[in-house]
């Protein structure tokens, strides 16, 4: 069964730091990884895809990279600002079932200090 | 503007008393589904559509119904709800089941 464990669970930053966050999976059989984020009282806000044949994906000051084999992904935030506070989901769609059955990690809960 | 929608946003009510939580794209997606966000266990997929007419189980779909009779639109149904349904609930939409998903921005739901 799979498995996504997302770490830290809660991460504090002042503003300007580069980040990283973390995500690991237990089978290495996934179609893609997603990353998402989640602001309180709102949904889901897809940031990056990365299919299992590919090892990064940018988008602005956002950088994930994929290493299938390890079962590992990060979310690199460069030169973080105070609107980047929200909780960041990881999720990975496997082979078996719906590609589109996403398996969630927990999520980190950013915040960025002025 | 793209778009998921989901009514109510917040909804208490009562043990069996049948409720039905709507959702609807504007995107033309083919793939739908619900997802349910509880603490400690993270989101959960419930049911799923592939297109019109055709559904499935998710990972969790013991008390719930769903249906899919226009594209657009995939209401999430529970007959007969207990405590243990109180949660977030989500709606989420794609083009294809294995492209980036659009979620709503959830209904949360207690049942007393």
């Known amino acids: 069964k799979q498995e996504v464990t997302q770490i830290p669970a809660a991460l504090s930053v002042p503003e300007g730091e580069n980040l990283v966050l973390n995500c690991s999976f237990t089978?290495?059989?996934?179609?893609?990884l997603q990353w998402f984020r989640q602001d309180p009282g709102k949904g889901l806000t897809s940031l990056l895809l990365?299919?299992?044949?590919?090892r990064e994906q940018t988008s602005g000051r956002l950088n994930a990279s994929l290493d299938k084999s390890s079962g590992r992904s990060t979310l690199y935030i460069a030169a973080s600002q105070p609107g980047d506070s929200a909780t960041y989901l990881c999720a990975v769609s496997g082979y078996g079932g719906s590609q589109g059955n996403l398996i969630f990690g927990k999520g980190t809960k950013l915040s960025v200090k002025p | 503007e793209a778009q998921v929608t989901q009514n109510p946003r917040y909804l208490i009510t009562v043990t069996g008393k049948k409720l039905t939580v709507t959702c609807s794209q504007n995107m033309n997606h083919e793939y739908m589904s619900w997802y349910r966000q509880d603490p400690g266990l993270g989101l959960r997929q419930i049911y799923y559509s592939m297109n019109v007419e055709v559904t499935d189980k998710g990972d969790v779909p013991e008390g719930y119904k769903v249906s899919r009779k226009e594209k657009r639109n995939f209401p999430l149904i529970l007959e007969s709800p207990s405590p243990n349904q109180t949660s977030l609930y989500f709606c989420?939409?794609?083009?294809?089941?294995?492209?980036?998903?659009?979620f709503g921005d959830g209904t949360r739901l207690s049942i007393l």
């Open positions: 089978d290495s059989a996934i179609y893609n």
């Open positions: 990365i299919q299992s044949s590919q």
């Open positions: 989420a939409s794609s083009y294809r089941e294995y492209q980036p998903q659009h």
